[in-house]
């Protein structure tokens, strides 16, 4: 027991002497004023407190009780404030554990009406980044930031700052930008990163890191660009993998003169473009239209003994695609296969893809045949790619036995695949079988889009069936879907065309209810149908609504009311006419030939 008496005393002996000759470093260290130093007594004056403390913390774990159970922390706790707290970490009188002091201080955050400050907070971050406990003191900092919210790294900077121990460790600032960046406080994470580099403190790289990669999978991609030169510039290590992500990035945007900024930037920062690097920039030129400069760059690849891969040429293929020189495109396709480099899946779809588009389905069909013997297996958007192809020359027949290939081979058709082979029936004057796959859609839930119902409301029109596209009609506004004009006025000039020129007003009323105003071949269809039944009162009437609602009419309308006034107008009117069909280009020569029959007409009344 004597022994244990001496112990005591020597420690606080040993502590009194280390609080005289430390005090004075605390309060005086420049940009750093910790919060007693003003305001409060000298830490040593409390020694007897802290040391009070630190005996019944040792005690709670050696006895294994709860530190709400020990009698001298319930006497003390009433009088405990947060600079106790701190001068308790910074001190540590009885050395106790990290693990120790971290239970103590949640202890007491569990104690209202105790309650820690920013700065017992802060100290505690500081002591917990010394001894390594980086998760711990990561979890302190994230619960300030999710605390304190966006634009607060400059006051949660300058609290640490400011209690920032002599010896401190510099892990505390990558701790710091983490906790901002996992919060997805972005712009505070490059403030913080910002104020680190400002103050002359080592940059922490793990966290720059984490904060590069989580800021290029945002838009714009622009800032990113930014903070990446910034960070090289401080020492972070160049990397090639991050210039590619950046370059995908301006490329998906369209930015094709930054993107270029970025692969020149590789070189000048000690690096070697990879054939990625290359593969990138080369993808975005040809997707923006530019051709001859992702040529270009293939054979500056070369040049620099850098082979052109599938992904090269694949790119290219695709740009050439584009703008519909296949002949170029199956020339650069067979250069790749003499390199002995072997087609993968979208290179052949891209290639049958154009060769669709263009019109030359039988090359496109070879194509797939080469693709199966190289045992590379379609997807969906291969098959996709052909089957619209085939639709749109009318071969239905081989497109139907394509959709059976695509089942049997355990591909599903998509709303993408119906929807094409219902437009290719359409089309093809087939309702019938256009309405067979309908239903086959609906029984594997497949809903409808509004292609769809567009492409069946054009059949029926076509097909002179009005009341069923009319059907069609309702079904898609009741699936939520709103028809655009040329929809409407399909059925408009259906219903008009079959002699109903009362249900074409009755549509022409439901459009203008919901807000659009209906264009001049809206109007020329409503007319047409006027004319056609001799109701040219009635016509002149809707070409005066026209006017008034800012409609301008055309050429094809005024046609149309100079071929009902020869249709129907008097013998005379017929005369006149009749010579002027298909010249009438505008409003007053309409004007002057309906003034000179009718003038005519009065002159033969009085003869």
Not at 233 to 238: E, K, L, R, V
Not at 403 to 425: H, S
Not at 527 to 534: A, D, S
Request: proline share 5%.
């Amino acid at each position: 027991m004597g022994t244990a008496l001496k112990l005591k005393f020597k420690l606080r002996k040993t502590f009194l002497h280390y609080l005289h000759s430390h005090s004075l470093n605390f309060c005086t260290r420049p940009h750093q004023k910790l919060p007693f130093c003003s305001r409060s007594p000298s830490p040593y004056q409390d020694h007897e407190l802290l040391c009070a403390i630190s005996e019944a913390i040792q005690n709670s774990e050696t006895k294994h009780i709860h530190f709400s159970q020990n009698p001298t922390l319930r006497r003390i706790l009433p009088s405990l404030t947060p600079r106790h707290v701190t001068n308790l970490i910074n001190l540590n009188p009885l050395s106790l554990s990290p693990s120790s002091l971290l239970s103590f201080f949640h202890w007491l955050a569990s104690r209202p009406p105790f309650r820690h400050t920013l700065h017992s907070f802060c100290t505690m971050v500081h002591f917990l980044c010394s001894h390594r406990m980086l998760p711990q003191a990561h979890s302190l900092l994230s619960f300030l930031v999710s605390r304190k919210g966006t634009n607060s790294a400059s006051s949660l900077f300058s609290s640490i700052l400011q209690t920032m121990p002599p010896r401190h460790s510099p892990l505390v600032f990558d701790a710091l930008i983490s906790a901002y960046v996992e919060s997805g406080f972005i712009p505070d994470a490059v403030q913080c990163f910002r104020l680190v580099v400002n103050n002359n403190f080592p940059v922490p790289l793990p966290a720059s890191g984490n904060l590069l990669h989580r800021m290029m999978k945002l838009k714009p991609v622009k800032p990113s660009w930014e903070f990446y030169l910034e960070v090289l510039d401080c020492g972070y290590p160049p990397k090639v993998y991050l210039f590619n992500v950046l370059m995908h990035g301006f490329c998906k945007v369209g930015d094709l003169r930054t993107a270029r900024l970025v692969f020149d930037e590789i070189p000048k920062r000690g690096l070697r473009p990879t054939v990625v690097s290359f593969n990138t920039l080369i993808g975005g030129y040809c997707k923006s239209g530019n051709v001859e400069e992702g040529f270009r760059l293939k054979s500056v690849m070369e040049s620099e003994r850098i082979c052109p891969d599938v992904f090269t040429f694949s790119a290219l293929i695709n740009g050439l695609c584009k703008e519909g020189r296949l002949d170029e495109a199956n020339r650069l396709f067979d250069e790749m296969c003499s390199r002995g480099l072997v087609p993968n899946g979208v290179t052949f779809t891209t290639l049958i893809d154009g060769q669709c588009k263009g019109g030359k389905v039988d090359l496109a069909l070879k194509n797939f045949q080469m693709m199966l013997a190289e045992g590379i297996r379609p997807d969906l958007v291969t098959y996709n790619v052909l089957i619209n192809g085939l639709c749109k020359v009318g071969d239905l027949k081989e497109a139907r036995r394509l959709v059976n290939e695509m089942g049997a081979g355990g591909l599903k058709p998509d709303k993408i695949t119906f929807t094409t082979l219902i437009d290719g029936c359409c089309k093809d004057g087939d309702m019938e079988s256009a309405l067979e796959i309908k239903k086959r859609m609906v029984e594997e839930g497949i809903e409808l889009d509004d292609v769809a119902f567009t492409a069946l409301i054009s059949g029926f029109c076509r097909d002179g069936r009005v009341h069923d596209a009319e059907r069609m009609l309702r079904d898609m506004l009741s699936a939520g879907f709103k028809p655009d004009d040329p929809t409407y006025t399909m059925v408009v000039d259906c219903f008009c065309k079959k002699g109903d020129v009362k249900m074409g007003f009755d549509l022409l009323k439901e459009m203008q209810s919901d807000g659009r105003v209906p264009g001049v071949v809206t109007y020329n269809a409503l007319m047409n149908g006027l004319c056609k039944q001799g109701q040219m009162k009635n016509a002149k009437m809707l070409l005066d609504a026209m006017l008034n609602l800012g409609v301008v009419p055309n050429d094809i309308t005024y046609n149309i009311l100079l071929d009902g006034h020869c249709k129907h107008g008097s013998s005379v009117d017929f005369n006149i006419f009749n010579s002027e069909t298909g010249l009438v280009t505008d409003f007053a020569s309409y004007t002057a030939l309906v003034n000179e029959s009718s003038k005519t007409s009065k002159d033969h009344l009085k003869r």
